[in-house]
């Protein structure tokens, strides 16, 4: 029985001509059966710019906007001499593209079904010409098919954020394990991001969602492993452009690393390891310019356990203090709280209480959302404190060694800390600093626990 490897290859693998071809060699060096790709770097950025003008009157501008789009992809199907049918094909998603902008110009109105149906193009135009360049790569002994995830990555209609529907896509899916476990000569590319409810309406699991797509698409034909591949050579300490000293993890858990991407790691997508981890797949994450590099694998356990292994930060956070002296001794006002949170779709990155008061930080978007203040309001005293960084220490043990926080506090020095959120894991230690600190507080701490 053949073994079964995903990859993914995100939009800087797809930039232009050469970065295709370069991951396709990647492909046939590492054998992936399945690839899943992100659209061309920019596109979505493109995408979202035309959709803000298909609202506005400059009807001249939207169709410029395409124009761009579609010379950008025509320009890498010349430069690897595609056959017709693929320029064909760009030309029709083009298409596609300007009837739906069209309609949206004419109702000035921008639905999230919509959406999700214009920031499906990006993946299926890249895909469409991955899909030759990967055939050029293999050669004529292979086959190299393209799919629409959309047949097999069934989501619920919650538009823009889709919640994937794990058993039927496994049904789905079941046509490409058999296939893929007993032909090695059969390849197939598709899109991450997308998909499609029960209904057909297309779907996207929200942005950086294409990791997701590739972990999901790993879990439903059995993988024995899930590739990411970006633009840097693997999940580091913390993020070079803050460290210059931080280095590269070559080995991580599944905890910590999804600690990792929830506290702001920016090379996972935060929900990509689910269905990796729930079915014990390991993940392997390296760079496309760089594929011989050691890069970082995820797995279920690992032999080194470090008291801290990676330090993160996530910037934008509004401190939320809510108030009420009848808390005291009060029964069920937590979930009162929550209760407004979950029906705003609203997460909590850290809380603390005390006898009358609740603390959490949240995104600084969430302050600007007035009827989801003023129903918390209606619970208690409300104080907003923006702009914070909320830094996090990620290891094992943290909640159980003896001095860490005496090193933390000792370590970021006379860096005021708001809040601190320690205990709930075994694998994080969270303290909310000023964000024109928070570099500086990372800085500090990887010097102190890394360097």
């Not at 293999?138 to 889709?162: E, H, M, Q, Y």
């Not at 104080?383 to 003896?402: C, R």
């Amino acid at each position: 029985m053949a073994k079964i490897k995903v990859a993914k290859f995100g939009g800087t693998s797809m930039a232009d001509a050469k970065a295709m071809l370069r991951s396709a060699s990647v492909v046939n060096t590492h054998q992936a059966n399945l690839t899943v790709v992100s659209a061309t770097s920019g596109t979505t950025n493109k995408l979202e710019e035309l959709m803000a003008l298909a609202q506005g009157n400059s009807f001249e501008n939207l169709e410029k906007t395409i124009e761009e789009l579609r010379e950008k992809h025509l320009n890498i199907c010349i430069e690897i001499q595609a056959d017709k049918i693929i320029t064909d094909r760009v030309d029709q998603l083009c298409r596609e593209l300007l009837t739906l902008a069209k309609g949206i110009y004419f109702l000035k109105e921008c639905t999230p079904k919509a959406k999700d149906r214009i920031y499906s193009i990006g993946e299926r135009l890249s895909s469409t010409i991955f899909t030759e360049c990967l055939q050029q790569v293999l050669g004529p002994t292979v086959t190299v098919s393209f799919i629409d995830a959309r047949d097999f990555l069934i989501t619920d209609s919650n538009f823009n954020k889709a919640k994937p529907l794990t058993d039927e896509i496994k049904n789905r899916c079941q046509i490409l394990k058999d296939t893929l476990e007993t032909n090695s000569s059969q390849y197939y590319v598709t899109q991450g991001f997308i998909g499609k409810t029960i209904e057909g309406e297309t779907t996207t699991l929200g942005r950086g969602g294409s990791d997701y797509s590739a972990s999901i698409f790993g879990e439903a034909i059995n993988a024995t492993e899930i590739q990411i591949w970006t633009d840097v050579a693997g999940i580091a300490t913390t993020d070079p452009r803050i460290c210059p000293n931080a280095k590269i993890i070559h080995e991580i858990t599944f905890k910590e690393a999804a600690e990792m991407a929830i506290f702001g790691a920016k090379i996972l997508h935060p929900t990509t390891l689910v269905p990796a981890r729930r079915s014990s797949i390991p993940v392997f994450v390296g760079s496309s310019y760089e594929p011989d590099a050691p890069g970082t694998w995820i797995k279920e356990t690992s032999e080194n356990k470090p008291l801290v292994r990676g330090i993160t930060k996530k910037d934008n956070q509004t401190l939320i203090t809510i108030s009420n002296p009848s808390m005291a001794h009060a029964h069920g006002f937590l979930a009162l709280i929550f209760k407004v949170f979950e029906a705003y779709d609203i997460s909590v990155d850290a809380i603390t209480t005390s006898e009358i008061s609740v603390a959490m930080t949240v995104e600084n978007r969430v302050s600007q959302n007035a009827s989801f203040i003023q129903e918390l309001e209606s619970l208690g005293k409300i104080k907003l404190e923006e702009n914070y960084s909320l830094v996090s220490l990620i290891g094992n043990k943290i909640n159980t060694t003896p001095g860490i926080a005496n090193k933390i506090f000792q370590g970021i020095g006379d860096t005021n800390v708001r809040m601190i959120c320690q205990g709930a894991s075994v694998h994080n230690f969270c303290v909310l600093v000023r964000q024109e600190n928070g570099n500086q507080a990372v800085q500090q701490l990887h010097r102190a626990f890394i360097d």
